[in-house]
């Protein structure tokens, strides 16, 4: 053993030189708070000097005292409670030479033998400290217990719980070893619970630990369980002690071990005082450590968390859990509303709240609640909070498809907040207003709040993407980091990172939009009510980069919803849906998807965020007849970017959707105006120049003199601004329009090469063939429908999805034609189409349509 300035020894090395010298002289103590196990050391010496033969003698409080000439060893628990007498016999005890005592206390108390004595051992004394066990203590315990070695997570959770006291530990680990979390033959399976609770019976069998404690530790911990810190000024006052004489009481709960190092109470200890506490007891302990909290200016939110749910009422009552709310507000305004509601029940005048509890409802994405208590705010000229509540008002409209409402409201806010409306006037197609708007916010005085920069470099952005700025996306982008802070509290009718996304997707910037997408959606912008938006925009833009599985998954989740996504959300989701099913060439999915669009676009005005919706809907409809159904939108969309000087940025990717539509439609003439429009906007930004190129190539694809370079290059171009299924159509067409064998080969492996979910090969008939000598063919109506799709180069699960029957029943149809008619050759049978249908055709010797053998 060793003794001086060397680290104290622990239980462990005491047993061991005990066990190796046990007829050597020795003074030891044995030091640590209540649970330990100094008396589970005590009973190992007590073997280690049994087995070699010397007489062992246990004292303790309630035993005689022990005389200064006993042989053997004298092991004694809980020194810190023996009187004076018991102290003097072990001070007389230890003072012989050869004496071997080994004494068990606590830190507290210290009586003034117990001191001394310690004092007059000196050098002569061993201390071995004992404590609460680590992690890894705790591990070797429960693995003892348990038989296996034990998984990290069940590690974790019991240290936690106990804190890592001996006795608790067993306790915790055995407690879920019994409920089947967890299998010694499959540790690793183990399934965490939410939370440890302490069970009636479990408090009962624990009941007579806890009355054995001093009364005062007894009210102290009971304080603390129910969220007292350990601070001698508000324990006082709770407890209604003095604090000179409240230092003692804090000492004497720390010794008994149910509390960890840091001061904290263990976690099921904490459980354990809150399930015996009676009711009243619980409701006057929170209500009087809230009232004090309060009344020292400190943090609230924990006293008002735990006010929740507890009835407790009067003004005091509301004044704290209002207090509390306006601290929750800057983290969680979920939990920002449930204490709102809280103080009303309380007793404050639900129209002093209704304005704030607008804004946290807003944000949690109950837009109904929020609209209603905005609404009864905005209706009472003299109510409080009528900030809060017209933010709330206008995002609410704006997710429900009302943006000019929404606008309209904002604009009665002060500048620096009005500027909040630039983005929706921008997209509504009033730019005077908006500019009025910015110029005003931006001649305020102030630096003004994180929001409120954010919002005029919003305003800055927008108008940039006008007025043909190069630097609007990076102002958004901007807008977007400089509410990053605060972003998960600020509610706003549509987001930066939303904005910046469109606008990156609009630019041929993907990865731009797909960064700050997972950003919103990591940091919560906007709460919970953009959290689907954001979603949706981040499954948009991977549909567009050629990733089809998050977003086919994500819009499933959106259909299985209980509560349908309000109008914007609803139509981007049904968007998204039919983009999927036409990469896939699902007919019937792309079907049901147009219904849930087309209702979704009766209660969604036109505005400028929607051109990719817009376009996309534009080209399913015309794939499965219902193009009708946009001409109003169309037109919408038309009158708005003439209102705005028909800015390159939203004009282009416009008629990029429109050329689109025609090529599917058949409609070459409309191909060739929309080319030739886009060629006049091919220097406003190297994205136009992309879709003015790609546009020129599909017009000579139309004209059957496609270039096989021009083609992949610019296919290249349109797959790094996240046009990749496009570049595969176009790069497919072009091969069917090939007349060099070679040429159309290395189309369609470029084709394929983009990850086009089928063959992009359309199909289209063949060049120059005779007609075969063979008596008029006689076609059905849906033979000639089939024929004509065949001719206008469709592949048979494009001809499926069109028709909404299946690629195979589209081949049955062409083989059942070839076998009737008695064509030996596909080329015949196209012949004998063209001459049906009365359409010339051109297709290249060696070029078959998708599943046609010749």
Request: aromatic content about 2%.
């Amino acid at each position: 053993m060793t003794s001086g300035d060397a680290d104290p020894p622990g239980g462990a090395t005491l047993a061991r030189w005990v066990s190796d010298h046990p007829r050597d002289p020795l003074v030891a103590g044995v030091l640590g708070p209540g649970g330990t196990g100094k008396s589970m050391l005590l009973d190992v010496l007590a073997g280690h000097y049994a087995a070699a033969g010397v007489t062992v003698h246990r004292s303790g409080p309630r035993d005689p005292a022990v005389s200064h000439d006993v042989d053997g060893v004298v092991l004694v628990d809980d020194a810190h409670l023996l009187d004076r007498d018991r102290i003097d016999a072990l001070h007389a005890l230890v003072r012989s030479p050869g004496a071997r005592v080994v004494m068990a206390h606590r830190p507290w108390p210290r009586p003034d033998g117990l001191t001394r004595l310690c004092a007059d051992v000196g050098a002569r004394r061993v201390v071995a400290v004992v404590g609460h066990l680590g992690r890894r203590a705790v591990a070797d315990r429960v693995a003892q217990r348990l038989g296996a070695p034990a998984p990290e997570r069940m590690v974790e959770l019991v240290h936690t719980q106990s804190g890592g006291l001996p006795a608790l530990v067993d306790l915790v680990a055995q407690g879920l070893i019994e409920s089947g979390l967890v299998d010694a033959r499959q540790p690793a399976r183990f399934r965490a619970p939410e939370r440890i609770t302490v069970s009636v019976a479990l408090a009962e069998r624990l009941r007579h630990r806890v009355d054995a404690l001093p009364a005062p530790v007894q009210e102290l911990l009971t304080a603390m369980a129910h969220g007292a810190t350990l601070d001698s000024d508000v324990l006082a006052q709770l407890l209604d002690q003095p604090v000179p004489e409240f230092g003692p009481t804090v000492e004497a709960a720390r010794a008994t071990g149910l509390l960890t190092d840091t001061g904290t109470l263990i976690p099921l200890i904490g459980a354990l005082f809150l399930r015996l506490t009676p009711a009243l007891r619980t409701h006057d302990l929170h209500r009087r450590l809230a009232t004090l909290e309060l009344a020292r200016g400190g943090s609230v939110l924990a006293a008002g968390r735990r006010l929740l749910g507890t009835g407790a009422g009067g003004g005091r009552i509301a004044e704290v859990l209002v207090a509390a709310a306006e601290e929750a507000a800057a983290e969680s305004s979920s939990l920002c509303a449930e204490l709102l509601e809280a103080a009303v029940d309380a007793g404050r005048p639900q129209r002093e709240l209704a304005g704030r509890r607008s804004h946290a409802l807003a944000l949690e994405g109950d837009l109904t609640q929020a609209l209603r208590h905005a609404d009864a705010t905005l209706a009472d000229p003299h109510a409080p909070d009528r900030h809060p509540a017209t933010l709330a008002a206008a995002a609410a409209l704006a997710h429900r498809g009302l943006p000019g409402r929404s606008v309209e409201l904002l604009r009665t806010l002060p500048a620096s907040s009005a500027v909040l409306a630039v983005p929706g006037l921008l997209s509504l197609g009033r730019i005077d207003e908006a500019r009025a708007t910015l110029d005003a916010a931006e001649g305020t005085d102030g630096p003004g709040t994180l929001l409120e920069g954010s919002a005029t470099m919003i305003g800055r952005g927008m108008v940039g993407t006008v007025i043909g700025s190069t630097a609007a996306l990076s102002r958004l982008a901007q807008a977007t980091a400089m509410l990053e802070p605060v972003a998960g509290t600020s509610l706003l009718p549509d987001t930066p990172a939303a904005l910046t996304a469109v606008v990156a997707t609009l630019s041929g910037q993907p990865t731009i939009a797909e960064s700050t997408l997972r950003r919103a959606i990591e940091g919560r912008h906007g709460g919970r009510v953009a959290v689907l938006r954001h979603r949706l925009l981040l499954g948009w833009v991977l549909m567009c980069r050629g990733t089809l599985d998050p977003p086919t998954a994500l819009v499933g989740r959106v259909l299985r919803q209980e509560t349908p996504p309000d109008s914007r959300d609803a139509l981007l989701a049904a968007a998204l849906d039919i983009a999927l099913a036409r990469r896939r060439d699902d007919g019937a999915a792309m079907g049901a998807a147009w219904d849930r669009a087309r209702d979704a676009l009766l209660r969604q005005p036109v505005d400028l965020t929607l051109v990719p919706v817009l376009g996309e809907l534009s080209v399913a409809a015309e794939q499965i007849g219902e193009a009708h159904w946009l001409a109003g939108q169309a037109e919408d969309l038309d009158d708005l970017l003439d209102r705005l000087g028909r800015p390159a940025l939203w004009t282009a990717p416009t008629l990029w959707w429109r050329l689109q539509a025609a090529v599917v439609a058949g409609r070459h003439d409309e191909v060739a105006g929309h080319a030739t429009a886009l060629g006049r906007l091919a220097a406003s930004s190297p994205y136009t120049e992309v879709l003015a190129a790609a546009a020129a190539c599909w017009s000579s694809v139309l004209d059957g003199s496609p270039e096989v370079c021009d083609v992949i290059a610019v296919g290249r171009r349109m797959e790094t601004t996240g046009l990749v299924w496009e570049a595969a159509q176009l790069a497919g067409r072009a091969a069917a329009a090939s007349a060099d064998r070679r040429a159309a080969q290395s189309l369609h492996a470029f084709a394929r090469s983009l990850g086009s979910p089928a063959d992009p090969a359309p199909v289209t008939p063949a060049a120059d063939v005779p007609a075969p000598q063979a008596p008029d063919p006689t076609f059905t109506e849906r033979e000639l429908e089939i024929g004509r799709l065949i001719l206008d180069g469709l592949t048979y699960k494009q001809i499926g999805t069109r028709l909404f029957i299946a690629a195979k029943t589209v081949e049955h149809y062409v083989a059942r034609m070839r076998q009737r008619l008695g064509v030996a050759t596909r080329n015949e049978l196209f012949a004998l189409l063209q001459t049906a249908l009365e359409e010339p055709a051109a297709r290249p010797e060696g070029v078959h349509p998708e599943g046609v053998n010749p």
